[in-house]
């Protein structure tokens, strides 16, 4: 019940169109969920965090829609640009109980010019 | 500057060569945690460290050892390295607020191959 499950595994996607990456929890007793962008050679970095009380989460280019029904949640990355192009993981975390930080598989983001 | 450093940055070494992979951050923060990654199973926790001298199991623990013996270092131990611990290793720190963690930050990572 610690999984997180994160798709698509890889994306290519055109400058100015939109990156759509989705996850899906078990554990309930999660309370926060961030997103971390990864360039190459690099540790990762948060980008975006969201509550489970709110269903939506906008900052600038980037959007987490959070559904807490289906347990799920997803990362919009409006007019995607080069730059964008990163691996990105969810994550789901309980940071007030289990210590541990609890990782999907990540996503391969490549925006074309 | 804030930051996560981790030494060596890229280590090639032989199987059973006992090696060390530092980590030490300079944000006073309590938490510290080692991940590695692999292609296609992203970051898996190795160990944590909700403050000096307490340590736990994450979930890929076996082959590796820590130790927290000052609020900045965290270094990672591989006793006896074998070919399946070639990976790349993260250490990571974050703070805590009334009893919750924070965002964690990364360091660069450190490369490791064992032959």
């Known amino acids: 019940q610690q999984q997180v499950k994160q798709s698509p595994q890889s994306l290519i996607v055109q400058k100015g169109g939109i990156s759509i990456i989705n996850c899906a929890y078990e554990n309930t007793a999660f309370d926060y969920f961030p997103w971390y962008q990864q360039f190459p050679g690099k540790g990762p970095a948060l980008l975006i965090a969201?509550?489970?009380?709110?269903s939506e989460k906008k900052e600038g280019r980037f959007t987490i829609s959070f559904n807490k029904s289906a347990k799920q949640f997803s990362l919009h990355i409006m007019d995607s640009q080069p730059g964008d192009s990163a691996t990105y993981f969810c994550?789901?975390?309980?940071?007030?109980?289990?210590?541990?930080?609890?990782f999907g598989k990540g996503t391969k983001l490549t925006v074309n010019p | 500057e804030a930051q996560v450093t981790q030494n060596p940055r890229y280590l090639i070494t032989v199987t059973g060569k006992k090696l060390t992979v530092t980590c030490s951050q300079n944000?006073?923060?309590?938490?510290m945690s080692w991940y590695r990654q692999d292609p296609g199973l992203g970051l898996r926790q190795i160990y944590y460290s909700m403050n000096v001298e307490v340590t736990d199991k994450g979930d890929v623990p076996e082959g590796y050892k820590v130790s927290r013996k000052e609020k900045r270092n965290f270094p990672l131990i591989l006793e006896s390295p074998s070919p399946n611990q070639t990976s790349l290793y993260f250490c990571?720190?974050?703070?805590?607020?009334?009893?919750?963690?924070?965002?964690?930050?990364f360091g660069p990572g450190t490369r490791l191959t064992v032959l």
């Open positions: 969201i509550r489970p009380d709110v």
């Open positions: 990571a720190s974050s703070s805590r607020t009334s009893g919750r963690r924070n965002e964690q930050f």
């Open positions: 994550a789901g975390d309980n940071q007030g109980g289990s210590e541990k930080l609890v």
């Open positions: 944000m006073n923060h309590e938490y």
